[in-house]
């Protein structure tokens, strides 16, 4: 709750602000309280709820939470679909979006790929772009005839190399479980990483992935991206070797370069991980006292 996090299917679901019904929070010289409604409706008042739902500590200490559930699922189908092209996979999002709610929508460039083909279940071409992972969820039946539809729109897409069905719960695991160790998967490529989590518009993901690989070429760096594309939350990671004064120069450059041009497309710089303390040369309200510190 401190950080409001999301995570791959929150493209469906949304995130645990859209969750939190209700919670006591602590103030430390004054007591405690609990806003929020224990009731389905609840219209009265500020919505202290979600002003605090993401909060990071800064304005009070919460020590209960009550949420809302909602029931698993009863069938799922998972999707693999190989791009030729990175430009292409991102724009393919916001058209499968424009027609489909999936549950997930994950994708992964070049560099994602190389460091984890190994570990995917089915062969990837060494061609290959880009990878989307797309996986539907609901009652059984109309999970079948969604993903008859979705395959059949996908496979007229331009750029669209491979669409593939996980054969079974094992091989959409084996699927995920890849898309899972990528982070970790990423320093055989640098011994030190900065992992970013910014948000953009849909939309603009081409933009946002255009401008991650000029940085890489202009910097000489490893950067690549991968992530929730179904909300427009992307990781980008700039990998580098700390040891290297002028790699690190380039790596902060970086950094700043991209935040400038996530703001610039109309984004945030975090979706899902909190924020904590960055550079106040792009958030200048981090230099700011904090109302209280405990």
Request: glycine residues 10%; proline residues 6%; aromatic residues 6%.
């Amino acid at each position: 709750m401190a950080e409001g996090a999301g995570g791959p299917s929150a493209v469906k679901y949304g995130v645990t602000r859209d969750y939190v019904k209700a919670w006591r929070w602590c103030w430390p010289t004054a007591g405690s309280f609990t806003p929020g409604w224990r009731t389905d409706k609840g219209v009265v008042g500020y919505d202290l709820t979600r002003l605090f739902v993401g909060s990071e500590g800064t304005l009070g200490i919460i020590t209960k939470i009550i949420l809302r559930l909602i029931p698993q699922p009863k069938a799922k189908q998972t999707f693999l679909v190989l791009m030729d092209s990175m430009a292409q996979a991102a724009a393919l999002v916001a058209k499968v979006l424009a027609r489909f709610t999936p549950c997930t929508l994950e994708f992964m460039d070049r560099t994602a790929i190389g460091i984890v083909r190994d570990q995917l279940p089915v062969a990837v071409p060494a061609g290959t772009a880009a990878i989307l992972l797309v996986e539907l969820d609901g009652t059984a039946v109309a999970v079948a005839s969604e993903g008859a539809d979705l395959q059949a729109f996908l496979l007229g897409q331009p750029g669209v190399n491979l669409v593939r069905q996980a054969a079974d719960s094992a091989e959409a695991e084996g699927l995920w479980a890849a898309r899972r160790a990528i982070s970790p998967a990423a320093f055989s490529l640098r011994p030190h990483k900065m992992s970013e989590d910014v948000v953009v518009p849909r939309t603009k993901i081409p933009d946002l992935v255009a401008c991650a690989e000029g940085l890489a070429q202009e910097l000489r760096l490893v950067v690549f991206c991968f992530g929730h594309a179904g909300d427009g939350n992307i990781h980008v990671n700039i990998m580098l070797d700390r040891a290297d004064p002028s790699q690190l120069a380039n790596a902060e450059i970086a950094k700043e370069r991209l935040f400038a041009k996530v703001i610039e497309l109309g984004g945030t710089l975090s979706g899902e991980h909190g924020v904590g303390i960055t550079s106040p040369a792009i958030c200048p309200w981090r230099s700011m006292p904090l109302p209280w510190r405990p």
